[in-house]
């Protein structure tokens, strides 16, 4: 699922994870603009998952989290 949504949200424009570092520079251009992606991107990934069709999102090989994927 992580790896579908940032995908998702990079053919967007943003660079998204699971979590969000708001900051002075983020003008309400840009945080509207994210939001409507967020719903955008929620509402595709909502509909795959009640098809159980999550994997047809995936245009690459999953995300890994921590260091174990270096070794």
Not at 55 to 63: R, T
């Amino acid at each position: 699922m992580k790896t579908a949504f940032t995908t998702r949200m990079l053919q967007r424009g943003f660079l998204a994870g699971t979590a969000i570092y708001p900051t002075f520079a983020h003008t309400e251009s840009i945080v509207a603009r994210y939001a409507e992606a967020l719903d955008t991107v929620f509402a595709e990934l909502a509909a795959a998952l009640d098809r159980g069709r999550v994997a047809d999102l995936l245009e690459g090989p999953l995300a890994h989290t921590g260091f174990r994927r270096l070794l």
